[in-house]
């Protein structure tokens, strides 16, 4: 695939073309400062629509937050939730 320089900095990129938007939605928690960072650099190249779609979600607020969006049945209990994660196990 060949990306020209004004392309890659409009953020137009070919797959764009071909590829309809997937994401739903987004949940950020607990975003380290280095990533903060990161994100205000990155963030004038993100899609519009795509922009609305992500959600920076407080620690105060965090089970309110995802509860609107995600069945509490379905949210892990770490976060407020009722769904057991499963420990990994190694192979």
Not at 19 to 33: C, D, N, Q, S, T
Request: aromatic share 16%; glycine share 4%; charged share 25%.
């Amino acid at each position: 695939m060949d990306i020209c320089l004004d392309e890659f900095f409009t953020g137009k990129w070919e797959w764009q073309d071909y590829y309809a938007e997937r994401l739903g939605k987004m949940f950020i928690v607990h975003a380290p400062y280095v990533f903060m960072a990161v994100w205000k650099v990155v963030y004038p190249f993100i899609d519009n629509k795509t922009k609305k779609k992500i959600v920076f979600v407080e620690d105060n607020k965090l089970k309110s937050t995802l509860l609107e969006e995600i069945d509490e049945s379905q949210l892990p209990e770490i976060y407020g939730g009722q769904l057991p994660l499963a420990p990994v196990q190694e192979s």
